[in-house]
């Protein structure tokens, strides 16, 4: 990870009061950065802190980016919401919005994708690729991450499992509407 990943860590270790952030902050530090996220969640459930839209979206990229977004996406959700307009929603995924699986064709074929995020702006999609596994369930690393159209319909364009960031970053600042 870089400076940057540990400069937004910190930033959103700041969200909590001081105490709760310093021992996020620390766990970015010492490695622990699978404890930091359940302590950052735990934290801003517990102190009912209002959290931004990017900025939730943000914690889900690193909470599976270290591998714990099945085990802290139920808590990242019950998340105050801070109720300003943001770039990007992040879905349930749970039979709401984004909990529908769609069939992936072209360099998604065989794959099951996910709806993760959401543009607000131009309704672009920010998928999660994943591969149908024997014990009927989805795997639980994504094989790479799609951009989709507003519709579903059409894959824009699609970043491997290595580039989360990327992908998210496209998602925020290559929005077509934004540009208008």
């Not at 952030?21 to 102190?47: D, F, M, P």
Request: some cysteine.
């Amino acid at each position: 990870m870089t400076n940057v990943d540990r400069d937004r860590w910190h930033r959103l270790a700041d969200l909590l009061p001081e105490t709760a952030a310093e021992e996020v902050k620390e766990c970015w530090e010492t490695g622990e950065q699978e404890a930091g996220l359940r302590l950052l969640i735990e934290g801003l459930l517990a102190s009912q802190t209002p959290v931004g839209g990017e900025d939730r979206a943000r914690i889900a990229v690193f909470t599976e980016q270290w591998g714990q977004r099945e085990l802290l996406a139920p808590g990242l959700l019950r998340c105050l919401g801070d109720g300003a307009p943001a770039a990007v929603r992040l879905l349930d995924g749970e039979g709401g919005e984004g909990g529908e699986l769609l069939p992936g064709e072209g360099e998604s074929a065989g794959l099951v994708l996910v709806p993760w995020m959401r543009c607000n702006r131009c309704g672009r999609y920010l998928l999660r690729a994943h591969r149908w596994e024997d014990w009927d369930d989805l795997s639980q690393l994504a094989v790479h991450y799609p951009i989709a159209s507003a519709d579903l319909g059409t894959v824009l364009r699609t970043f491997p499992a290595d580039e989360l960031d990327a992908a998210f970053a496209d998602l925020l600042d290559h929005c077509p509407a934004a540009a208008v």
